[in-house]
């Protein structure tokens, strides 16, 4: 059964996290793009439902499955390395917020603190939340510091102890808990895939889903799903919030703290 917003409606975040890709910037269909001009460069075809399966997934681990289910193992460094290549191009051309996206973060900007926690290499991230205004609303930004392939792989900057591993590991959100200054337990995450929300919901945070439900009506382990940001009972909900950001929390014009 889809949960609905009434699941959380007598519950307000001290904090909110949000996703990138597909949550606040609609980036999945460059990456479709990005997936497919990637196959076609190789000769490949892309394999049927490929790309729900591919939804959330980091790029490295989505270049080795592009490399897997078209059989061509000796090819996922290559079609990893195309795949971000055509991304970046096409995101820098064409950064667009998901509908009421932007209203939402400048509407919670100063009243929460606020983070985004991504599978994405930083400067696709840092490009993307630029180009669209919305950077500077943001305290934290919290990538993964070790690819998919070497969850336990030491750390490579001596001055950054914590290894941070990629969705659906938990490390990304509850990085970016800690970050807020609040328990996972008291931050909403605002996910578009299961992959995310997983990891939202391991690291102990609250779990909003947005946009198209997965196959299936699947919502995983989400406490809430709604088509949009903007839609009326989500407004409803956040107007209803508290401000419980400390002075300083949110500084609209400083860089943030990335990992």
């Not at 993307?128 to 919290?142: D, E, I, T």
């Amino acid at each position: 059964m889809t949960p609905t917003l009434r699941t959380l409606s007598n519950w307000s975040p001290e904090a909110v996290v949000f996703d990138c890709d597909g949550t606040l910037m609609d980036t999945e269909r460059h990456w479709q793009d990005a997936r497919n001009r990637a196959f076609r460069e190789f000769g490949l075809l892309p394999p049927p439902g490929f790309a729900e399966r591919a939804k959330g997934v980091h790029y490295v681990d989505c270049g080795r499955l592009m490399a897997e289910e078209t059989n061509k193992p000796e090819l996922a460094v290559e079609l990893t390395a195309a795949l971000l290549g055509y991304f970046l191009a096409l995101v820098s051309e064409d950064p667009l917020t998901m509908p009421g996206a932007s209203e939402f973060v400048r509407a919670l900007s100063g009243r929460l603190p606020l983070a985004v926690a991504s599978n994405c290499p930083l400067e696709v991230v840092e490009e993307s939340l630029g180009r669209a205004g919305l950077r500077r609303h943001f305290g934290h930004v919290v990538v993964p510091t070790v690819p998919p392939e070497e969850p336990d792989a030491p750390p490579r900057d001596g001055e950054r102890p914590q290894v941070v591993r990629p969705k659906p590991w938990p490390d990304v959100y509850a990085t970016a808990a800690r970050l807020c200054g609040v328990l996972p337990e008291a931050a909403l995450a605002v996910e578009d895939s299961l992959t995310g929300v997983e990891s939202a919901w391991r690291a102990g945070l609250r779990v909003l889903g947005v946009g198209p439900r997965p196959d299936g009506d699947e919502t995983g382990h989400a406490d809430a799903w709604v088509t949009a940001l903007d839609g009326p009972e989500v407004q409803e909900w956040m107007r209803g919030w508290p401000a419980g950001a400390s002075p300083g929390a949110v500084q609209d014009h400083q860089r943030g703290e990335s990992l």
